[in-house]
């Protein structure tokens, strides 16, 4: 897991990863891509994404990885953001239980919302990152109108040596 810092000066969406995974000698296997999170980051925010990957249907034998390119689409300010407000944690070993409010805060309501948290191992390096979608009564709730909070609670995991305070979150919306 890691994560890469939006040093456009403007907000960018769908921020792309492009990697080759290489064997004991630095060759190429395969390239691979995987998009982070959130969808729309602000200028100096960070964007958070891990990559999974079965190493059986590679052909040879998986050593490293190295990034060969990060992309992204200016944003077309679609109008959706969304912010936590009132964030707190409460930890229990490895477990951190993480309430407050997803707000929508933009021109038009934000469409699919959700809760990003990312936790940091004690070197303060990304070890696990989490999405938590809002439910209604009646099931998944697919917008917040503008304006509009909803409280969360979810429980994330945290690296067993972090220190406290170490796992962050962010709101999001999704097209």
Not at 11 to 39: C, F, H, N
Not at 87 to 98: A, G, K, N, R
Request: hydrophobic share 40%; proline share 5%.
């Amino acid at each position: 897991m890691r994560g890469t810092t939006n040093q456009t000066g403007e907000w960018v969406q769908y921020i792309r990863i492009e990697m080759e995974l290489l064997d004991a000698s630095g060759q190429p296997l395969v390239t691979e891509w995987v998009y982070a999170k959130p969808e729309l980051v602000p200028p100096g925010a960070t964007a958070v994404f891990s990559f999974i990957r079965s190493l059986s249907e590679i052909n040879g034998t998986y050593a490293s990885y190295r990034i060969t390119d990060i992309s992204a689409i200016p944003s077309a300010d679609n109008g959706q953001r969304a912010i936590v407000e009132n964030p707190s944690q409460s930890e229990l070993d490895i477990y951190v239980t993480l309430t407050g409010e997803l707000k929508s805060v933009g021109r038009v309501p934000c469409l699919n919302p959700h809760v990003i948290a990312a936790s940091y191992n004690a070197e303060g390096k990304l070890d696990n990152v989490t999405s938590h979608y809002l439910l209604s009564a009646v099931g998944f709730q697919g917008e917040l109108a503008v304006g509009q909070s909803e409280e969360f609670e979810f429980v994330a995991t945290k690296h067993d040596a972090a220190p406290a305070g170490a796992v962050k979150v962010w709101g999001g919306c999704e097209e």
